[in-house]
């Protein structure tokens, strides 16, 4: 049996953007019948707030759209590459600071801006064709999902709002690499042939207040 997909998103402190991207994209994840085939987490850059949970403006946003959230922070480290198929990054100096830590060139082109899977995002790209530049600097800075940390209750509605419009493509993408894989390991000898892979839910509607 093939080992999960492994996806960590990763922001600052790993209180407020990237639990919140790990909450959306388990859900939808859940929706699409993937859960048993991809494990999602999340880590900060720091370990300022390691072992807190997650802000509350964070949990409110997350609970008045319906997702299910739990979560305590941690901080990324880079041993960690070794068993991720992707780290997802939510600004590009997040980008630029776990190419850095990356300790191979292999595993700095696991590491990828959430937004760049936007439909029409600049840069946008599939799990294999992820740029392998250690710099960032192939990324536009508009693609960050801005820090909510020290504004109001809409800064993070608006986080919310980014995310959900890259959940679609990044799915995309990772249904893309099990497949892949799952083409792969039918190729192998001794494997059991795979089952297909579940039909994808369409996003879900949600009304804005």
Known sequence: M???FRICFVCTGNICRSPMAESVIRAHLAEDGLDGLVEVDSAGTGGWHEGDGADPRT?????AGGYPHAHTAR?????WFDHLDLVIALDSGHLRELRDLAPTEQDAAKVRLLRSYEKGAAGAAGP???????????LADDLDVPDPYYGGFEGFEECLQMIESASEGLLAAVRAALTARTAGAARTPGHDSPRGLPEPHRPRDKERT
Request: charged letters at 20%; a positive charge.
């Open 75 to 79: 901080q990324f480290h880079a041993s």
């Open 2 to 4: 093939n080992a999960p």
């Open 59 to 63: 949990v409110a946003v997350l609970r």
């Open 128 to 138: 294999d064709r992820l740029p392998g530049s250690r710099s960032g600097s192939d």
